[in-house]
């Protein structure tokens, strides 16, 4: 690797060109692309809560589908951003060559990196709110603390964007993603609450489910949606953030020194 | 318009561009010419600074490379080998989006389009999306997209490379007339009645460095004898050991063919009169063949 690979970023405002050029993509695929993001979590959702939640007390002193639909938001969101970063990304990267062509224009590769996070993130942030708004319609809660919801998928999205793109800078193959998945996403639905109280788990896991970034963003959620202010809500904040940081300075560089050298 | 100086690129243990220097002035085609894995792409990701050099001066339209890379590149065209289109949009969308990356305004953009299609012959195609054009229909677009900017310069990469020989004469034209309009260009090839048509000066590369340059003419008058006779046939060998080594300058065997090299045809010609089982071409000698003396007859991969 070279020294400048791992140079900070450096952006121009014309980044905003290639976000507005994925947008304009998904606006002509806008409704399948939404319901596709949709319907699983929302199916899972409904399924497991009015399902399962009929044969449990309640967890945690509130209704099941509340307790799943809180987990709900931050998963869906975690997906829709996953998907667009490794996927999509990948194809405009390697298959298509999309970002071969952008970069012979005045743009930078930092330019498109930071686009592809904020992209990522932006499309995730519907898949959040569409769960934010059952959770409305269903009269799950009544709080205007939900409102707050908002801007954490904001940085859920950018979170697992960026994680998704360090996966893309280095994937051959789209065969590639399936390790993360399997290594990393599918154990975050799994130790972070999305279905049942970290609580539950032995110790060493609850261990592990801290370190992981879902765990702090259901932290956030829960309490919202059940009209708290979350304990320690600077400290989830803040390891989401890192998280998200660390995760685009890594897929920065990765992605130089695969484009660049 | 760009130079180089100097500049050398290595892969690891790899050198692929070994110390070259180029000089480009405004207004001229110039062609980089060189088998497959003979640098020039990388020159050319040199030039336009996507890739740094590890040594070597580059200047691309008075800004130096690879720092101010984006100021230079936004009065550059680039027409990559393979095309990169934009599969999702429709032929208008992609010189619009592309536009975009320049910060120009749509209505700005808008107002180029209409003439860009003229020149692609694509006017009636502006709505189609990209999977229903032709390898020459995209490559012209291709072509519109690196002119969206109306760029000074421009570099092509291989810009006929896969397409029929039609499609090929259109691309020929089209770049004739840009540079009738003072565009400056580069492209690089491995056809050489294209280099001959287009260039008005050409380097020959291989294996990273520039072995020869100058105009077409140039180059077939100094590093070759002016006729070659080719002779194919049944006794083309032994004719060869008999005649051909000892009239010819130089003579080659390719296969079941031998070229001859030579000032002086018609004494080669004499010693084939009569011999009916063989066959041969006498012609003047072209580029090709500066272009297979110069870098050897062996495939490359």
Known sequence: ?261 | MLGLRGVRKSYGANEVVCGIDLELSAGECFGLLGPNGAGKTTTLRLALGLTDPDAGDIRLLGYAVPLQAREARLRVGVVPQTDNLDPDFTVFENLLVYGRYFGLRDGEIAARIPPLLEFAGLEARSGARIQTLSGGMKRRLSLARALVNDPELIFLDEPTTGLDPQARHLIWERLKRLVAEGKTILLTTHFMDEAERLCRRLAIMDRGRIIAEGSPQQLIVRHIEPQVVEVYGDGALSWAQEHGRVLCQRCEQAGETIFCYTHDGDRVLATLGGREELRYLHRRANLEDVFLKLTGRDLRD
């Open chain 1, 1 to 261: 690797m070279r020294t400048k690979d791992f140079a900070p970023p450096r952006v121009s405002r014309r980044f905003a060109q290639v976000w507005k050029r994925n947008f304009l993509v998904w606006r002509k695929l806008a409704i399948p692309s939404m319901l596709g993001n949709l319907a699983d979590p929302m199916l899972y959702m409904l399924g497991l809560g009015f399902g399962l939640g009929s044969l449990l007390p309640e967890v945690n002193g509130i209704p099941y589908i509340t307790f799943l639909a809180a987990g709900t938001v931050c998963y869906s969101t975690m997906n829709s951003a996953t998907f667009e970063a490794l996927y999509s990304a990948f194809s405009r990267l390697h298959v298509q060559k999309t970002w071969d062509a952008i970069l012979n224009t005045p743009m930078n590769l930092d330019d498109i990196v930071l686009a592809e996070a904020l992209w990522a993130a932006s499309k995730s942030v519907l898949s959040g709110i569409a769960i934010l708004v059952i959770i409305w319609v269903l009269g799950l809660s009544h709080s205007p603390l939900t409102l707050w919801i908002i801007p954490l998928t904001v940085l859920i999205g950018l979170t697992f964007g960026s994680l998704g793109l360090v996966m893309t800078a280095l994937a051959p193959s789209y065969d590639f993603f399936l390790y993360y998945f399997t290594l990393v996403i599918t154990p975050m639905v799994l130790l972070c609450g999305v279905f049942f109280p970290v609580a539950q788990l032995p110790p060493l896991l609850q261990d592990v489910s801290a370190a992981l970034p879902l765990t702090h963003a259901i932290d956030l959620a829960r309490p919202l949606v059940t009209g708290r202010v979350p304990h320690l809500a600077w400290l989830h904040v803040v390891v989401l953030a890192a998280y998200a940081a660390a995760g685009f300075y890594l897929a920065l560089v990765l992605t130089r020194r695969r484009l660049l050298t």
